[in-house]
């Protein structure tokens, strides 16, 4: 069954502006991960919070996560037209485990 | 170099045929993974192997069989193909189970 479910499902800002996903799951997890899907390709791993680290930081993105919650943030810094992309939170319980994704749009 | 590497990238094929997806990874991973991917993005492991041995079958078809020649290949192969198969399907690999995966360019198979 789904875990993970992304919040929102579309997106489009300008050049330049911060974007900030959501992902919200049901279960206990040991990690969690995001991945970014640009059109036609595979997934490419982004970054993986566990579950006992509340933030995490690579470059433009900062992930939070809150286990009380069951609740995890990516956040884009100055986003760039190269961000366009869909953006996925996986969940690691048992397996790793996808929700629907979050459809990135930055215009130029 | 092509971390992992899927053949073929497109697949068109009739209702009914067998055909099989080949993947093969070179970043010395012990783990390999099938998904599929359906037309509203959703994304859905179907296999695990570790050390070439099977960890995870989800609810897959007994159509669709792996097979695990060596620890860097994890082919996959399905019978009697059907409509609802219309997917991409997307091999992985990982160092460790459900570390951060690496994903291959995608098989669009298309059935007809």
């Known amino acids: 069954s789904q875990q993970g479910e992304e919040d929102p499902q579309a997106l489009s800002i300008q050049e330049g502006e911060n974007a900030t996903m959501n992902c919200s799951y049901k279960?206990?997890?040991?990690?969690l991960q995001w991945y970014r899907q640009n059109s036609g390709r595979g997934l490419v791993h982004l970054i993986l919070?566990?579950?006992?680290?509340r933030e995490k930081h690579s470059g433009r993105l900062r992930v939070t996560l809150d286990t009380s919650k069951k609740s995890s943030s990516l956040l884009i810094t100055a986003s760039r037209a190269a961000d366009t992309a869909s953006y996925f939170c996986a969940t690691l319980s048992e397996k790793l485990v996808f929700g629907k994704g979050t459809k990135l749009t930055v215009n130029p | 170099d092509t971390a992992v590497s899927q053949t073929p990238k497109y697949l068109v094929t009739q209702m009914g045929n067998d055909k099989s997806i080949k993947c093969e990874q070179n970043l010395g991973h012990d783990t390999m993974y099938w998904y599929k991917q359906d037309s509203k993005k959703f994304l859905k492991i179907m296999f695990s192997y570790n050390n070439k041995e099977l960890i995870i079958n989800e609810t897959v078809p007994n159509r669709f069989s792996p097979k695990s020649p060596d620890k860097a290949h994890l082919n996959l192969h399905i019978n009697s193909l059907e409509l609802g198969d219309s997917a991409v399907y997307f091999c992985a690999s990982s160092l460790a189970n459900y570390n951060e995966q690496f994903f291959g360019p995608g098989t669009r198979l298309t059935v007809l």
């Open positions: 279960t206990s997890i040991n990690n």
């Open positions: 919070i566990r579950s006992n680290e």
